[in-house]
């Protein structure tokens, strides 16, 4: 098993909003599908080795009005990891939801993933929200402390919340 890099050579990312922009990168590509590729090896992160991105216009999906999906771009901008935010008014207020925090793995370790969380967590304060959930599964013990750093409180089970 390989060792991961020092600190230092962290690769450099930069991040970026799912926009129009890419949406139209979508669009120009879309004979290639390199966007849906690249969304869709994340969702199978997510989802398993089985789910079938073909299914689903994702790029449209996660790009609806009152969301909005943080986008982390390598050196060659293809996409290595995102993480989404509904916001919603509901009977307590405006209510955010985080979900489908995803990298690849080999970009696992490095902050990246609380990178993509404060600029969700500022969207969501510009937005108005009043508070944020999320879910989170008991097997992802990484994923439930950065939550926890973060000021995320776990209600129970797979549900954590954040005043803002």
């Known amino acids: 098993m390989a060792t991961k890099?020092?600190?230092?050579?962290?690769?450099?990312?930069?991040?970026?909003?799912?926009?129009?922009?890419?949406?139209?990168?979508?669009n120009r590509d879309r004979r290639y599908g390199c966007v849906d590729e690249e969304i869709g090896a994340l969702m199978r992160i997510l989802m398993g080795e089985d789910f079938d991105t073909t299914t689903v216009d994702v790029v449209n999906v996660i790009t609806q009005k009152d969301s909005w999906t943080a986008i982390l771009l390598d050196e060659l901008d293809r996409i290595v990891g995102m993480c989404s935010l509904l916001v919603r008014q509901n009977m307590h207020g405006r209510r955010g939801l985080i979900e489908d925090l995803v990298l690849l793995p080999e970009y696992e370790g490095y902050g990246y993933g609380e990178r993509l969380m404060q600029v969700l967590l500022t969207k969501a304060r510009q937005e108005r929200a009043t508070y944020i959930e999320l879910m989170c599964e008991r097997r992802r013990h990484n994923a439930r402390k950065l939550y926890t750093r973060l000021g995320f409180t776990n209600l129970y089970g797979s549900i954590f919340r954040i005043a803002l």
């Open 5 to 26: 890099p020092d600190e230092v050579s962290a690769p450099v990312l930069s991040l970026d909003w799912l926009t129009d922009a890419l949406r139209m990168r979508h």
